[in-house]
């Protein structure tokens, strides 16, 4: 996949998915457990290829809800139920397949990199190394976040992600945000990202 393309799924696929377009979640799916009802628990989204945990009163899209212009290696979207008229906050994973196994670590740099030339704007905020499982094992890969807009007529966003790689398969999970978010919303992102795991 192009440097450049690998950058438009990632960020499409939130922009796309950040809108308000009719989706109707109630139908339950495969995955989300309730945690509780209020606004402070959590659900958590549990499928044969990923976990993780995101606030409980926000909107689960599956691929099956997906529009066409969804990219095929977007596997799911949590969007804030609260919405905002220049961006709704959202969570969206993603699947791409490698050409080389690689480890979480490399292929977190390798998307960065990629990140950086893709993105007008780019500014890296944040780089951590956290610890995410894999397979039932511990293993390190990069959190960040940054900012950047996709052209001149979008408006500057933020971003928090997560990587990982399991065989052929890298994973990205990544949450995104007006740069006027609230810090609860914000916090609710942060936990949820780091919360991933890939099966």
Not at 13 to 24: E, I, P, W, Y
Not at 88 to 105: E, G, M, P
Not at 156 to 169: E, S, T
Request: hydrophobic share 35%; glycine share 6%.
């Amino acid at each position: 996949m192009s440097k450049k393309l690998i950058t438009i799924t990632l960020i499409a696929s939130a922009l796309l998915l950040s809108g308000c377009f009719g989706v109707d979640n109630s139908g339950g799916g495969s995955s989300p457990s309730d945690q509780g009802q209020n606004s402070n628990l959590t659900k958590t989204y549990n499928n044969n290829q990923f976990a993780f945990s995101f606030p409980s009163t926000w909107d689960v899209i599956e691929p099956k809800d997906f529009t066409s212009e969804i990219p095929r290696e977007t596997q799911l979207n949590v969007r804030n139920n609260i919405k905002n008229d220049t961006y709704t906050a959202n969570i969206t994973v993603v699947k791409n397949d490698l050409q080389l196994t690689l480890s979480s670590l490399d292929y977190a740099k390798q998307i960065l990199n990629r990140q950086k030339t893709g993105l007008l704007d780019y500014k890296e905020t944040k780089r951590e190394i956290i610890q995410i499982q894999v397979g039932g094992q511990s293993t390190e890969t990069y959190y960040t976040e940054f900012e950047g807009r996709l052209n001149q007529t979008e408006p500057v966003l933020k971003f928090i992600q997560a990587y990982a790689v399991k065989d052929k398969a890298g994973f990205i999970i990544m949450g995104s945000f007006s740069t006027q978010e609230n810090s609860s919303v914000i916090d609710k992102i942060i936990a949820a990202v780091k919360s991933f795991k890939v099966n």
